[in-house]
């Protein structure tokens, strides 16, 4: 997506930090005061270059202390609340909507392998809250099955789960069965 007024992630932090800082009533210098005292060797100056544009890169630890300072979700900092051009990379960006889509692991960028995307999740927070749909448990009983028929054993949940979202082969099986 080329667009004039493309805004970069320390462009949009830098802005969010200052309009929420603002809004909370809270000074730099109370600011800074908040992150010191969450082991972030912040002063008034430090918050006041970010701020004005004249600190060019935070690191993952300060944008979470941030956030946590400001009472916000880190996200919430990161990518603009309105749509606009936002920078994925130096080469690449997408309308802000996408981007936090896509923060949040709830859709994917053009060109994502989606069964890594989607599979790439902690087993309790898949669709579903890890239920299996109708569809689901029909392909996870062929597959105990098959796995049965080849091993004659069982397979456990979690290797079902492997094999079923990441494509991970059971043990005793082989790519093809």
């Known amino acids: 997506m080329e667009h004039a007024e493309t805004v970069t992630p320390v462009e949009t932090l830098a802005q969010r930090v200052k309009e929420v800082r603002s809004r909370k ?3 730099a210098q109370e ?3 908040n992150l010191k005292a969450r082991g972030l060797l912040w002063d008034r100056q430090t918050v006041t270059k970010l701020e004005t544009g004249r600190r060019q890169n935070v690191s993952v630890v300060e944008w979470l202390a941030l956030a946590r300072s400001l009472d ?4 919430h ?5 309105e749509e606009v051009a936002y920078e994925v990379t130096p080469e690449e960006s997408m309308p802000a909507s996408r981007v936090r ?4 692991g709830t859709d994917v960028l053009p060109g994502t392998d989606q069964r890594i995307f989607r599979s790439e999740v902690p087993l309790d927070e898949l669709p579903s809250q890890g239920k299996l749909t109708a ?10 099955a098959k796995y049965r028929a080849v091993t004659g054993k069982e397979i456990g949940d979690d ?10 082969t059971p043990d005793g ?3 093809g069965e």
């Not at 689901?136 to 105990?144: K, V």
């Open 25 to 27: 009533g809270m000074t």
């Open 31 to 33: 600011l800074a005061d």
């Open 72 to 75: 916000v979700a880190p996200l």
């Open 77 to 81: 900092l990161l990518v603009p609340l």
């Open 101 to 104: 889509a896509w923060v949040r």
């Open 135 to 144: 569809e689901g448990r029909g392909m996870a009983d062929g597959m105990r």
């Open 159 to 168: 290797q079902l789960l492997n094999w079923m979202l990441r494509g991970e």
């Open 173 to 175: 099986m082989s790519d």
